[in-house]
């Protein structure tokens, strides 16, 4: 399958897209019931469907004790004056039956609803996390391990997810890059739309689709030194070109809702930014749907320092475009004295709640207020043995191999001796990763029951946990080398806990902790063949004794079936084919670290020269690049060929390549194509992604890989914000990461230049 959304992307690259406007979705009396509505609803019912508030009529993520409100008598009432319009953060189908009964039963005007939540990785059934998942370079399977999440999310009772998060993250001490797909903006703009895709589905008014939410408008992934809620300072060509495209390419494949970012750009917290929420959202990037506030976030425009007061945040939030205030209660506290006194027009207030009561209607909310809320559904869909597969097979090829000196794959009939090392050997805490809050807790399959369940001997699998994650355990180095010494081959399971990634986790350091490396360091020295599976939320910076493990993997979080899925690929049953969606650096202080950085004036292009763009303690380059994962194939690149060397400025050229998989086994490769700018009128990156293809193919064979260029891939963002292409020389590479690859040029053509 190729995959090439081109047009998606040009468009979200230069801003234009056509959009399903919600309006458009609805029938010509849905628009009129909308109307009608409006001229019915008090300003305080205006306010009541612009506020969502933690869900207390089924709490599972406990509300906020300052903000929220706490039991469910309590909330019934403000949904019975419609003072609330959408509950966040329950499931379960018997409580939203409750909620929505009141809402349209017995409050005034009977509006629905919405019910929304968090399900970023899954509901129940746990998948890998976004990071991992990017990891498959495949948006197909993005697509479907979110149409099952979809599936189960809305049979437990929600109507919209807060994801997918598509924020651009290159710097790894930041906590979130584990929701997100990464350090580069082409391959998160094709996870962006095909995780939108997956989540809603083809047809909106169906009880399964699942609203999408991409977040965090915008640039949230840029907070300076990665500090989670940090301040963005930021150029406008890097807001535009790396940060926005992601948010265009969902917003094309149809996501309806957004969330402005906690973070400030600029000076300006996103929250209360008109010229970011509504001139350039929703009057250059034609967003036509509803804007969220993050939790409490116009609440927190007062400790920014912007905003006076709560009345004074709510006044800045619903200025700025924010149409639906999460959490904090302010808009319903303050937007009708707000209009009351003129400091809010009241039509804008009304865009806002006709923009949210057009999402409800294009869901079919008004039609069938109980659409998602069937307990025979929620039995038979929450959960569903089924969905286990796809979580195994996307956790298998989530997996990146980043090194391997002959060792695996391991061999069962062997039935060799295994010591399993480090505290995620045996441990079912820390297989979910951050957002699992709906998972049962426990029942994920560990390392040490993968291992067993794989081996013909599992007697053969010794487990030492060695130490804790963060702290050393009495005597555990000691028992962990005696295992090790008794054992053929040793694994050692080493990382991050569940919770060292994710929201309000950024780290300075993103090393395996002290303790971990210890451990390694001891159990390496004995000299046995060991194999590394790392467990995070972000890359990590790699030293001594894991670094020089004859096999690495990077297994982040998997979910449900993690054990399973590592064994299939220690055993062989699978074919590794991740590629890394984050660069991993030689050391933390290298970060923020992403493959398509500048040249600068000084690049280093022998290491033994000095006043170069270089650390003293480590060069620039990665330890383990973007893109780059080995498989157990052995795959080459060759008969890289041009259609043409003159790329005109309406016609394409065409790439063609032919990849050999030159080993024994079947497996998958991911052919990448990168591009320079030689010169530009802005200095443009050393690389940039812009096509990928994944390619099966069984021992011996070969396949001729397309891929077709023209101008609009070679735009940027130029002077005074213009989408342009400049004529001139490019380098073109078609490899199997970001750092290596088989070289070409070709040249772009000015319009007049093939007039003449
Ligand atoms: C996070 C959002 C999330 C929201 C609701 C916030 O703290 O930043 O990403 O959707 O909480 O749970």
Redesign the pocket.
Known sequence: MSIDRRSVLAAALAGVFTLPLPRRALAAAEVERVDALIARMTVEEKAGQMTCLTDSFRPYNPPNPQVGIQNERQLADEVRKGRVGCL??GIGVAGARRAQQIAVKDSRLGIPLLFAG?VIHGLRTIFPVPIAEAATFDPALAERTARAMASEATAAGLHLT?APMVDVARDQRWGRVVEGAGEDVYLGSLLAAARVRGFQGRDLRRDDSLLACP??FAAYGAVAAGLEYGSVDISEETLRETHLPPFGSAFAAGALTT?AA?SEINGVPATADRDLLTDLLRGEMKFRGFVFS??TADEELIAHGFAEDERDAARLAVLAGVDMSMQSGLYIRHIPDLVKSGAVPMETVDVAVRRILYVKTAIGLFDNPWRSLNEDMEKARVGAPALQALSREAAARSIVLLRNEGLLPLDPAKGQKIALIGPFGEDRANLYGPWAFYAEKGKGVDVAAGLRAAMPDPAQLIVAKGSEILGPIDGGIAQAVEAAQAADIVILALGESQDMSG?AQSRTVIEIPPPQQALAQAVTAIGKPVIVLLRHGRALALHDGVANAQAILATWFLGSQTGHAIADILFGRENPSGKLPVSFPWESGQEPFFYDRKSTGRPVVDSNIEYKARYTTTDNSARFPFGHGLSYSEFVLDNLKLSDTALRWDRAIEITTRLTNKGKRKGSEVVQLYIRDRVASRTRPIRELKRIERVTLGPGESKTVRFSLSRTDLQFVGSGNRIIAEPGAFDLWVGQSSTDGLHAQFTLYAAEAVAR
Do not use: I
Request: glycine residues 0%; aromatic residues 36%.
């Open positions: 966040f953060n968090d807060f977040k965090h969330m906690f993050d939790y929201e």
